[in-house]
């Protein structure tokens, strides 16, 4: 049974991504623009914006890791969709495959895609003066935490995926996972900000994963931060999961 699970996955998986390979926006939108924000923070704002004796390409890389991620998944709702409009599903459901490797060929579709963006993120943070003196244990760490958090937000496209009824109602539930960078640690110091906002800042998932992946680059302790980062990962990924499958179960019956 795990064999032809596993099989049936692959399968599926390999035509999801060359839907992808296939999308030149979707390609655009998930690597391109994620640079673009980088470059702008970074030459723009950096400048005005006071993180100490940290470059501020290394203060906010992390933050923009996390709109990447974002970005990237809200096409996983939108293929989902397009799927589910297309009678793909119903054809699916006729032949002897197993039917929660259909979702997870998005989700798998959806991790490789945005690791590949995230390491071309990296990789010009590194061209624009991005250092890290952190060893093998902490990259991948920070891998670590990068794929759970895609895992969870992933999980959290595909109900709008299943449930939208229009192909912009499957993409918008990204942009609030996309502005919730903004109000958090990820580009300027919590510190600043006023006091709702900061307790807000402080207190949302973003921050303590940031903190926790800037902190792993700079080889500082990261205490209790990583704990409350990973337990805000967990969280998501098990309720999206939860919910993902009801709302699956629901459009198949």
């Not at 996955?9 to 926006?25: C, N, P």
């Not at 470059?39 to 470059?55: E, H, M, N």
């Not at 890389?61 to 096409?75: D, R, W």
């Not at 958090?149 to 992933?154: E, G, I, R, S, V």
Request: aromatic share 10%; charged share 10%.
């Amino acid at each position: 049974m795990a064999t032809h699970f596993f099989a049936d996955t692959a399968v599926l998986t390999g035509r999801t991504m060359r839907h992808v390979t296939r999308s030149l926006d979707t390609i655009i939108t998930t690597a391109i623009t994620p640079v673009a924000m980088m470059l702008l923070f970074v030459y723009v704002f950096g400048g005005a914006i006071d993180t100490g004796s940290v470059s501020y390409v290394n203060y906010m890389l992390p933050g923009i890791l996390l709109i990447t991620i974002a970005s990237g998944v809200s096409y996983t709702a939108v293929r989902l969709l397009m799927d589910m409009q297309g009678g793909i599903f119903e054809r699916f459901q006729s032949l002897p495959i197993a039917r929660s490797g259909v979702l997870w060929a998005h989700v798998l579709t959806s991790l490789t895609a945005n690791v590949i963006s995230l390491v071309v993120v990296v990789g010009v943070g590194v061209g624009i003066g991005f250092r890290s003196g952190a060893g093998v244990p902490a990259w991948l760490a920070v891998a670590g935490i990068l794929i759970l958090f895609t895992l969870a937000l992933t999980w959290i496209a595909v109900i709008p995926g299943l449930t939208a009824k229009s192909v912009d109602g499957a993409g918008a539930f990204a942009y609030p996972l996309i502005f919730l960078p903004f109000i958090s640690s990820a580009f300027v110091p919590t510190g600043t900000m006023p006091g709702p906002v900061r307790a807000f800042a402080d207190n949302q998932p973003v921050t303590s994963i940031v903190n926790t992946i800037r902190d792993l680059f700079a080889k500082q302790p990261v205490g209790t931060s990583i704990w409350i980062a990973l337990a805000w990962c967990v969280g998501i990924l098990v309720v999206a999961y939860l919910f993902a499958g009801l709302s699956y179960r629901r459009r198949i019956s």
